[in-house]
């Protein structure tokens, strides 16, 4: 490196003032299946992360996205890790550098000491292979230490800034343990805050933004349906929707026309709240038929001591009954607990529909859910909700289901 470059590195500042809530960090390797487990480890920590895999990436990354940590991946094959480092001093980085690299090797040591000369806050090297302790240790300066600011987010200041996405949770067959669907759960992604829980920005039942807030879950369920379709994971979708939207003029029309006509479609489940699917039974039985015609089905979520209100209907309009996890988590242990998941089970199961256990986060409470008789399961013992490519990535080499 040049000496201009030294003094760019004398001359920039020590101090971390740029630290946010949630922390973000940038992974710089040649090789996209490193980067993308690196990014899964971190984002895991908490960190929001992006990718880059040569220099010019880099200073793109740096400008864009301000990060505080980056993860500088080392191998003998991959690119010079000079140019990495070239790349930081110019552009002024002040946040942390971790070299990821093999043990004993020598140009991970070199990396560091060319690093600590010119300026660089090195953190001591990360050796593979490596756990996911080991790497909380090395970045915990960096780990939040603050929820996320109130008042919450203006919902419509995230639809329009393009904050929103979709995190996916899978459904797994409770006897064979196998995946057979997922549960599409709204997150923002703030670009100071980071992934902000859904009691920041979730509007109200009578928020003007609600119906934006739907079309946008229902639009982008389909593209991520296809997009999962595309990464050979295909996989049926449940959304949340409030059956105030579906009272809304066209609403219905509007959905059926929405679906996907490729053969691969296994159909859409919606999942409305419990008080509002008991509050408004009759009305989701006049249009759960022609929902069904274009293979969209209803169900309830978060069903719980309520359950008595379904008795002795002549039918109901919806495929499954999801248990509250309240009454899920461990039901193993709470004779009350069991009870309501019991009584639910055979609530399902004498309508001729599916009955889900949501809230299984342990072996405990899959072995309860099974011996309760449940169809379907879901919970962190499976998994927590993830991002889009992440979740396609699990399914890509994970189709048995069988720890968190």
């Given at each position: ?23 973000r ?39 864009s ?25 110019r ?10 690299g ?81 549960e ?15 009691a ?10 609600l ?12 593209q ?26 066209q ?76 009454f ?27 009955a ?32 889009l490519k ?15």
């Amino acid at each position: 490196m040049n000496d201009e470059i030294f003094e760019l590195a004398g001359r920039r500042s020590r101090t971390f003032g740029r630290r946010k809530v949630t922390p973000r960090a940038c992974i710089a390797d040649s090789k996209r299946h490193l980067r993308a487990f690196l990014a899964e480890v971190l984002e895991d920590l908490g960190f929001v992360t992006s990718e880059c895999a040569n220099a010019d990436e880099l200073q793109a990354v740096l400008t864009s996205e301000l990060p505080d940590l980056i993860l500088l991946g080392i191998a003998a094959d991959g690119i010079e890790p000079g140019q990495f480092l070239e790349t930081l001093v110019r552009e002024a980085f002040d946040g942390k550098v971790l070299a990821v690299g093999a043990r004993e090797s020598i140009i991970v040591k070199a990396v560091q000491q060319v690093g600590e000369e010119y300026g660089l806050a090195m953190l001591p090297p990360l050796t593979t292979p490596f756990a996911a302790e080991t790497l909380r240790e090395r970045v915990t300066m960096l780990l939040p230490e603050e929820p996320a600011p109130s008042p919450a987010v203006y919902v419509g200041e995230a639809l329009h800034a393009g904050w929103l996405e979709l995190w996916y949770q899978p459904k797994i067959d409770a006897r064979t343990l196998v995946r057979c669907g997922a549960e599409a759960l709204v997150r923002m992604r703030h670009p100071t805050w980071g992934v902000v829980p859904p009691a920041y920005f979730i509007p109200e039942e009578h928020d003007p933004h609600l119906r934006d807030l739907s079309e946008f879950v229902i639009e982008r369920a389909v593209q991520d349906w296809h997009y999962l379709l595309e990464q050979h994971s295909q996989v049926d979708l449940s959304i949340n929707l409030p059956a105030s939207y579906l009272k809304e003029p066209q609403a219905v029309r509007d959905l059926c026309r929405r679906m996907p006509t490729h053969p691969a479609f296994g159909g859409l489940t919606i999942e409305i709240a419990s008080e509002e699917a008991l509050r408004d039974l009759a009305f989701l039985t006049e249009i759960a038929r022609e929902m069904r015609l274009h293979n969209i089905g209803l169900s309830i979520d978060n069903l719980g001591a309520n359950w008595p209100e379904l008795m002795d209907l002549e039918k109901i309009p919806f495929i499954k009954l999801k248990a509250d996890r309240h009454f899920v988590t461990g039901s193993g242990n709470d004779r009350l607990k069991r009870t309501v998941c019991r009584h639910i089970v055979e609530l399902s199961h004498g309508y001729g529909v599916r009955a889900v256990a949501e809230g299984v986060e342990s072996r405990a409470d899959l072995v309860a859910a099974n011996e309760l008789g449940f169809d379907l399961v879901q919970g962190f013992l499976f998994g927590k909700p993830m991002p889009l490519k992440k979740f396609a990535r699990n399914t890509l080499t994970r189709t048995v289901m069988g720890g968190g």
